[in-house]
Each structure stands twice: as C-alpha cells, then as structure tokens.
C-alpha cells in the first residue's frame, strides 16, 4: 500500500513569484507519479505525471516537477505564478501494475496581486 | 477530449431517501471508472473500481450495500447512496480511464450530496 504527504496545506504567494509543492510518498514497490489540479467547482485535472525514464517531467501551464527516488518526493515547481494558478493541488501515487490511484491531503495555492 | 460529467452537481435529500448519482464519459470509452469521495479539506478517498458489465470492486470499509454501483455500458457508471443518513454528505467524484491511455484517469466535476 501507498501513502502520499503533501507537506503544505496552504501555500501563498504573489503573482509571478516562483511556487513549490511539496510531496513525498511511500510504497514498497515501483510507482506511478502524478499532480492533480483542481480549480473551484471544477473537477481534477491532470498537470503531469511521472511513469519512467527522465526523472525531471515538464507538464501543462508551466508546471514541472522532478521525481526523486532517493528522497521519494515528487516535488511540483512553477518558476512565475498566475492569478489563475489559484487551485487545489493534489498529488498521487499508484503501484505499477495497479491503476488505483492515491491521493494527499491537498495544497491551497492562493496567488495574490 | 476526455471529458467526464457528473449529474446532479448538487443533491438536497432528507435522512432515508436514495440519491442516485450519474458519471458519463462524454467523449471516449471508459474501460474503468472510479467513484471517489471527498470530505472538506481532505483528500479523495478511493471507494470502489467499477468495470463495465462487471461487478464493482470496493475498497475496504466500504458498504458495498450501501454504495450500489453500477457500470451499465462504457460512457455511464452511477453511484447510489442508498437510505442515505447526515454522515453520508459528502462531494462524491467520478473518473473514467481512457481505454488507450492507461494510468491516466479523467475526473468529473463532483456531487455535493447533502442529507438532512
């Protein structure tokens, strides 16, 4: 079984100012990576995953983040944030092999002017 | 592509009653779908795996009797909060996995389910 840790419940920060979400994860086997966005009354929306080879992985609206087996993190970086980045954003994990998806708790990022 | 809607967005319904909520894929073949629940400030609880003209597979702790699913055809699988109670009331999320794009889900807007 999964377990996914979000570091940071809620994180601020100003527009175009640089933004990482923490996420660490255990398993005891091989995993799948992915960070989730989700805008109010919307539903989650994929921003990148991370399933083999190059461990840095560039996603959507500027987002990439870097998997780190040694750490198991899978930390999620934006260089310049956007008022419309104000989101929910959710890690998850799943066991290779297994398509079941586990999630943290969540991180609030509220992008203020 | 990939879009999942979600009907109601909302439900009111009094202690007893049976919500019945829908989940379809509007644009591609949902092979699997998954019906997750979310409580404020928490993550998404996976609750049950459903496979079209299968049975549903749930997760541990959850009432299977309870939580009627049914995955009728590839773009529809509903969820029924049966003789739902206060502590029922919760957002209720679907995703549908694509079947030529594994290890991507596709997630619906949710159900805000309210019990009285």
């Known amino acids: 079984a999964q377990s996914v840790t979000q570091l940071d419940s809620q994180v601020p920060v100003f527009e175009e100012a640089p933004v990482e979400l923490r996420c660490n994860y255990s398993?005891?086997?091989?995993?799948?990576l992915f960070w989730y966005v989700q805008y109010p009354n919307q539903g989650l929306q994929l921003l990148l995953k991370y399933l083999s080879g190059s461990t840095l992985v560039k996603g959507i609206n500027g987002f990439e983040a870097e998997f780190n087996k040694s750490q198991t993190s899978f930390h999620l970086r934006k260089p310049s944030v956007h008022i419309s980045d104000t989101a929910e954003y959710f890690c998850a994990v799943s066991d290779r092999g297994d398509y079941k998806l586990s999630f943290g708790a969540g991180t609030t990022v509220t992008v203020r002017a | 592509g990939a879009v999942v809607s979600q009907h109601p967005s909302w439900v009111i319904c009094k202690s007893g009653t049976s919500v019945k909520i829908e989940c379809r894929s509007l644009d591609f073949q949902a092979t699997t779908m998954f019906w997750y629940r979310q409580f404020p400030k928490q993550s998404l609880m996976l609750m049950a795996t459903s496979n079209e003209g299968s049975k549903a597979t749930y997760e541990q702790g959850v009432e299977k009797d309870k939580f009627l699913i049914n995955h009728a055809s590839l773009t529809l699988s509903t969820l029924t909060v049966t003789s739902a109670h206060p502590e029922d009331s919760s957002f209720y999320i679907c995703?549908?996995?694509?079947?030529?794009?594994?290890?991507?889900?596709?997630f619906g807007p949710g159900t805000r389910l309210t019990v009285l």
């Open positions: 398993s005891s086997v091989s995993v799948y």
């Open positions: 995703s549908g996995e694509r079947e030529i794009v594994h290890n991507e889900q596709f």
